[in-house]
């Protein structure tokens, strides 16, 4: 059974920082990339970041380019995004995906097989 488990969020100030994880299971781990999406109240989820775990490349999309790095753990099956210099408009629920390499692996959410639960990360102004 695949499970991605997101962890981490919270409650953060403006220009305060928070690391979600994402811990994966029941799949190939190098046959696949995770990525990082959001999805705010009455808004798209949108993707913001995603790494592939056969060769360690990553990509960035969105207001939070620059704000984010994305990491893997390889070992652990788990992949880490640091978010620095929140603000509020980062607001949202945060969700990591797998999604098949061989198929495609843009930050677009048709693109991505399993889906983690979701992890609330608030920021106050």
């Known amino acids: 059974e695949v499970q991605l488990v997101e962890s981490g969020g919270g409650l953060a100030q403006a220009g305060g920082s928070l690391r979600l994880s994402c811990a994966a299971s029941g799949f190939i781990w190098d046959d696949y990339a995770i990525g990082w999406f959001r999805q705010a109240p009455g808004k798209e989820r949108e993707g913001v970041a995603c790494i592939n775990n056969r060769d360690g490349s990553t990509y960035y999309r969105g207001l939070m380019k620059g704000r984010l790095t994305i990491s893997s753990d390889n070992a652990e099956k788990t992949v880490h995004l640091q978010m620095n210099n929140l603000n509020p408009e980062d607001t949202a629920v945060y969700y990591c995906?797998?999604?098949?390499?061989?198929?495609?692996?843009?930050?677009?959410?048709?693109?991505?097989?399993?889906w983690g639960q979701g992890t609330q990360v608030t920021v106050s102004s």
């Open positions: 995906a797998a999604a098949l390499l061989d198929t495609g692996w843009d930050l677009v959410p048709y693109e991505y097989n399993y």
